[in-house]
Every structure is written in structure tokens, then in C-alpha cells.
């Protein structure tokens, strides 16, 4: 499994990161440790959860499964080590500490709380799962209005987040943090007010990605560079639509179409239109779906890990036949002619 080191961190991380969020509500406890397993097996050492998880759907009841499933493996097998382990603290509006938003205080009931579900003394990325002042993550990019930001309010909550994190981190109970669900100006900014503050940056960013959805592509891709921080793509094969599963009105039973019929928006005619035109470059260049668009993201200069995704082991079996592959210069030529007849599908 092909390895790099993350940004100015001192980790090195497998480039293909094990997605857990489907744990607890579409996945047992069973199979997601057989995930675990498998992904361990075939030298992934890097995996994502988060507080408010498992989604699909996202209910107040089930916050924090997701790291309990995980944290009954770490204890079960004793193998906590053999993982760089990514969490994240939801903010406002979400199911989990009631709602509330991302402050110093929260940070701390927060992260006693996951070390305490995953059965462990130490998280290696923290992560803040979206902004207080909103995000144009999740199709809100249509509507997205930053206009009533007060940037002063913005400013010091940044201040507060990062002071806190910062004890945080020398009380040894995490290693790094990142932001999710950021923008340009966000990874700046949260980049000069933690220099400014003399401590620890944000290490990493975990936005959406995928040939589908290339946002990032332009300022956020500058500021990733420039200020160091990679990014951990998430939903990089769009929920499964660039599997080619949902081609011609199908929905496999038990996916996650079946439980979310539109995916976040995601599943729409334009996207199906542009996973034919994709398939057809794929077959050109004798590669899978899976293995073209995986490639695809982790071709980019600002990729830190794609993030996996899977509900069975047969699909972790195929995402996994994407280590180590490598686009051509011809096949990557042939992705960026689609991408100019099918931008933004979603």
C-alpha cells in the first residue's frame, strides 16, 4: 500500500484511508471490524470517524456508535498502534452534545468523550467537522451566502478553538487537528491566527472530492499548497454514483440510495450522465470505474488520502484493487475532456 508523509506532520499515512461512517446503522459491529480487518491485512494504516457518526441516517440516538465499534476492536485485538486514527467534533445544528456549537468548553467534553468510546489515551487528528459560520459543503454551494459573517466574532472563536486545542495537545491527548468542510479563506485564516498565536496549526483539511465534484480545484487548492495543509478527500467515488452502480434507474438493495434516495443531492441526471461519458474512458485505458477515479484523486498535488468508504467487504475488496495504479498522461488528458462537457454535475 503506497505511503506518504502528511503535511508537516510527522505521520505517514497510506494514501487510501478506511471510511467508517456506515458503522452501526448500515453495518454491524461485526462487519465493520471485519473492514478493520481487512483493510489491516492489505497495509492501510489510516481511519476516519467521527463523534456524530454512523450517518445514513443520522440520528441522536446512535452519536458516537461509530467510535465504539472501533474502540471494541482497538481493545479486542490490541492493535490501537497499527492505526493513525482521524476523528472530528460535529458543530452547530448537529445530533451530537445536543447541537451545540464548537467552542473551547465543547472541545473538551467532546474529546474526553471519543477517547472514552474509542478505547484509547490518544487521537491523532483531530478534526473540526464544519464550521461555526456555516460551510458550502453538502450542495449548499447553490445558495451559499457569506455575507452576514462577522469576521471580528470569526476571529476570536478561531482564537478560543485554538488555544484549547492547543492544551489539548499537550496533555498528550491529541497529536494533530484539522478542519473539515473548510474554505480557502478559512485554511488562511486558521493558519496566520494560529501563528500569530505561537501554536499548533491545522494539519490537514477533510473536504469532499472526487471526479464529480472538484470544488477544490481552484483557491482552495491554492491555499492546501501553499499553507501545507492536504487534503483527506471524502465521498472521492460520490457516495458509489462513479461506481457505475446506479447507472440506468438502478438501485442495488441495500445501498445507500435505497435509504437516502437522492445521496445528498448527488444522485441527479447530470451526474449519471457524466459517469457514462467517465465509464467510456475507463474501458479506453482497460481500468474500473473504482480504480480510474481513485487514481484520479490521488494524482493531485494537494491529496493527503482519499477516504474509503464501503458497506460489505466485497466493495472493500474492489476499492482496494486501486492500490497502486497510475493514470497515463493520454488517460488523464481523456478525464479532462469530460470534465470540461460535464463540470459541476451536482
Known amino acids: 500500500m503506497q505511503k506518504k508523509q502528511l503535511g508537516r506532520t510527522g505521520l505517514t499515512v497510506t494514501e487510501l484511508c478506511l471510511g467508517t461512517m456506515t458503522w452501526g446503522s448500515q453495518n454491524t459491529e461485526a462487519e465493520g471490524h471485519a473492514q478493520i480487518d481487512m483493510a489491516a491485512d492489505r497495509g492501510i494504516n489510516f481511519m476516519d470517524t467521527a463523534e456524530m457518526y454512523p450517518v445514513a441516517p443520522v440520528l441522536a440516538e446512535t452519536v458516537g456508535r461509530t467510535e465504539e465499534i472501533i474502540g471494541n476492536w482497538f481493545e479486542k485485538t490490541g492493535r490501537r498502534n497499527d492505526w493513525i486514527l482521524a476523528s472530528k467534533i460535529g458543530g452547530a445544528g448537529g445530533k451530537a452534545r445536543g447541537g451545540a456549537a464548537i467552542s473551547a468548553g465543547e472541545i473538551r467534553t467532546a474529546v474526553d468523550s471519543s477517547l472514552k468510546r474509542l478505547k484509547t489515551d490518544v487521537i491523532d487528528i483531530y478534526q473540526l467537522h464544519w464550521p461555526n459560520r456555516g460551510s458550502y459543503a453538502f450542495r449548499q454551494n447553490w445558495r451559499y451566502d457569506p455575507s452576514k459573517q462577522d469576521r471580528n466574532e470569526t476571529v476570536e472563536h478561531m482564537q478560543d478553538v485554538l488555544g484549547e486545542l492547543a492544551k489539548q495537545i499537550e496533555a498528550g491527548k491529541l497529536r494533530y487537528v484539522g478542519l473539515s468542510n473548510e474554505s480557502a479563506w478559512g485554511m488562511a485564516t486558521w493558519s496566520r491566527v494560529a501563528d500569530e498565536m505561537g501554536v499548533p496549526r491545522m494539519a490537514t483539511i477533510q473536504n469532499e472530492y472526487s471526479l464529480l465534484y472538484r470544488e477544490f480545484d481552484t483557491d482552495a487548492a491554492e491555499a492546501s499548497i501553499n499553507e501545507e495543509i492536504p487534503l483527506l478527500a471524502y465521498s472521492p467515488l460520490a457516495t458509489g454514483i462513479l461506481s457505475g452502480k446506479y447507472q440506468d434507474g438502478a438501485r442495488p438493495e441495500g445501498s445507500r440510495a435505497t435509504r437516502t434516495p437522492d445521496l445528498g443531492g448527488r444522485l441527479v441526471p447530470r451526474a449519471l450522465e457524466a459517469v457514462a461519458a467517465y465509464r467510456k474512458v475507463a474501458e479506453k485505458h482497460g481500468l474500473t470505474m473504482v480504480q480510474m477515479s481513485l ?12 477516504i474509503i468508504g464501503a458497506t460489505s467487504t466485497a466493495q472493500l475488496e474492489q476499492v482496494l484493487s486501486a492500490d497502486g495504479v497510475t493514470l497515463s498522461e ?9 470534465h470540461k462537457a460535464h463540470p459541476q454535475p451536482y
Open 330 to 338: 493520454e488517460c488523464l488528458q481523456d478525464i479532462a475532456e469530460v
Open 295 to 306: 487514481a484520479f484523486c490521488l494524482s493531485r498535488p494537494f491529496m493527503g488520502a482519499a
